[in-house]
């Protein structure tokens, strides 16, 4: 079985960071990422938002260059299925499974999104309905159109970038939709997204229906302080609900509630981060 000082699962800005951190140290470190390239959601990031104005994809660059003239062992299309309380791994790849020994461990996983599902909306499984990461992925990595007439249901960071990108590419996005009584997100993304492009927000309402069959031809807006319906028509419906940390593969070692001394968290798998500087920044403070 193949020995590291240190495995980092997850090659996003944190798990670049933190094998760099680490590698400079002089430990051997192995990053296990599950696509095939370096990245994490930077890859699908086009804005010019990054470490003061690179799009996300020219700042991964600058961390995979550095990566790469490292010593970090780097496997991509890896998967790492399991961590095993006694300090092994099985990891997933094309070749087949592996198992890997290790001392230290750093979950670098990143996030995943809510999806509309998850909440009380009535109505079938029409196409037509995207999570915002997703949408992201297929317009930027894959080149696929998502339909027109969008609606956003979810007005923070993400929420609002997507507005702007859909409007840029000349896509109508029929309204962002937030229960609160305010717009969420950083205010630049306020002004240079929704306010910009002049988006239309309804505030204080949600969408309780999907309306269609086969393919979405509208939601049911609900305003929440008068109950009130309404439809709204719609081509495609984008959901930019939330991030939640991914930390099921720590799920089976915790030990009284507590990770074991040897596995620690960093990037967006901790806590959901604006921006990524600081990911970067405590990704290496993090290393062993
Ligand atoms: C839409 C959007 C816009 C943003 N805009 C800005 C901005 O303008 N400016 C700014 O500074 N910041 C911005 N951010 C924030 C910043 O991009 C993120 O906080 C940061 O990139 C997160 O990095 P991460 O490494 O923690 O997570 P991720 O980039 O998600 O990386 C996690 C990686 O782990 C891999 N992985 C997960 N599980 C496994 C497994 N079991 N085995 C192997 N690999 C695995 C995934 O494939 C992924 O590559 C934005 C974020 C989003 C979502």
């Given at each position: ?131 915002a ?19 956003i ?6 929420g609002?970038i997507m507005a702007?990108q859909l ?71 984008l ?50």
């Open positions: 079985m193949e020995e590291f000082d240190l495995l980092v699962i997850g090659g996003g800005a944190a798990g670049m960071a933190a094998s760099l951190a680490a590698a400079r140290r002089g430990q051997r470190v192995l990053l296990a990422e599950r696509e095939a390239r370096l990245g994490g959601i930077l890859n699908q990031c086009l804005h010019s938002g990054f470490g003061g104005g690179l799009t996300g994809p020219a700042y991964a660059r600058q961390l995979i260059d550095r990566v790469n003239a490292s010593a970090v062992c780097v496997r991509t299309g890896t998967d790492v299925l399991r961590i095993f309380p006694d300090r092994t791994a099985l990891l997933s790849s094309r070749t087949g499974l592996e198992r890997v020994e290790f001392q230290k461990c750093i979950l670098a996983s990143g996030c995943r999104e809510r999806s509309v599902w998850s909440l009380p909306v009535a109505g079938s499984r029409p196409a037509g309905v995207f999570t990461g997703t949408a992201q992925k297929l317009m930027n990595l894959g080149g696929y159109d998502i339909g027109d007439g969008v609606v249901m979810g007005s923070g960071d993400v609002q702007r409007a840029q590419a000349g896509k109508r996005v029929v309204a962002i939709i937030e229960q609160r009584d305010q717009l969420g997100g950083l205010p630049r993304n306020r002004r240079d997204c929704v306010e910009a492009y002049r988006i239309p927000v309804l505030l204080q309402c949600t969408v309780d229906e999907i309306l269609g069959a086969g393919r979405i031809r509208g939601v049911m807006v609900r305003h929440l302080p008068t109950g009130r319906r309404w439809e709204l028509p719609c081509g495609t419906l959901t930019a609900l939330g991030l939640i940390p991914d930390r099921a593969l720590c799920r089976e070692l915790l030990e009284d509630g507590a990770l074991p001394e040897w596995l620690r968290l960093c990037g967006n798998c901790d806590y959901v981060h604006d921006m990524v500087d600081s990911v970067v920044r405590e990704a290496a403070q993090t290393a062993f």
